[in-house]
């Protein structure tokens, strides 16, 4: 079925420091990844997002690659700061038409 | 973000009612979604719609109905079959499923 893994489930860094969310996905048809953050109490807002032409995307702090052939997606993020502090759901579309989530990574980032 | 809203933010109900949850956007989405979240977990599909009149069931259905007669509207009821029904509600809408999902503010239910 549709299903993906998300790990870590918690990551605490120093301010500065990059931090790595790394997920697997089981649908070999799927071909757009998003990522996701959420603040406490707020809704979750895209923050990058890429597709299965390419494997690799960058913006700013924040870089996404992707492994179809792994079925790997990873989210990571340098210099982080305590404002990165959140949590982050990888997601990908199934072939269902519907997003499927993981389970989140809770980003505590030290100052 | 700014075109999608859902009312009311907080809702409290006795056990055993029936409550309705307002969803509504303005960015021409085709696509909405429905979704639960519990205290320090992730988010768990309700129903989703892919165009007007029709929609699916998603992971977890029992306990909920929603309907999709307007191309901007996609009301969610909580039913008194939801045996746990206190939770954080978020509404979603996208061009499709291959596109960016934009999601509402969340509605806070809390049943006594």
């Known amino acids: 079925g549709e299903n993906v893994e998300q790990h870590p489930s918690t990551l605490s860094v120093q301010e500065g420091d990059s931090a790595v969310i790394k997920c697997t996905y089981s649908d070999s048809a799927s071909n757009y990844f998003p990522w996701y953050k959420q603040e406490l109490g707020k809704r979750p807002q895209l923050i990058i997002d890429?597709?299965?032409?390419?494997g690799e995307k960058k913006d700013q702090r924040i870089a996404v690659t992707l492994n179809k052939t792994a079925k790997h997606f990873s989210l990571h993020i340098t210099e982080t700061q305590p404002e990165d502090s959140a949590v982050y759901f990888c997601?990908?579309?199934?072939?269902?038409?519907?997003?499927?989530f993981g389970q989140g990574t809770t980003l505590q980032v030290k100052p | 973000d700014g075109g999608i809203t859902q009312s009311p933010k907080y809702l409290f109900r006795k056990e055993g009612q029936n409550v309705t949850l307002s969803c509504e956007q303005n960015?021409?989405?085709?696509?909405m979604y429905w979704y639960r979240q519990d205290p320090g977990q992730g988010l768990r599909l309700i129903y989703y719609?892919?165009?007007?009149?029709?929609?699916q069931k998603g992971d977890i259905a029992e306990g909920y109905s929603v309907s999709r007669e307007k191309k901007e509207s996609f009301p969610l009821t909580v039913t008194s079959a939801q045996k746990n029904p206190t939770a954080f509600y978020l509404c979603a809408s996208g061009a499709s499923s291959y596109n960016e999902q934009f999601f509402g503010p969340g509605t806070r239910l809390t049943v006594l």
């Open positions: 960015l021409n989405h085709d696509a």
């Open positions: 719609s892919q165009i007007v009149n029709d929609f």
């Open positions: 997601c990908y579309s199934g072939n269902t038409g519907k997003l499927i």
């Open positions: 890429i597709r299965s032409n390419v």
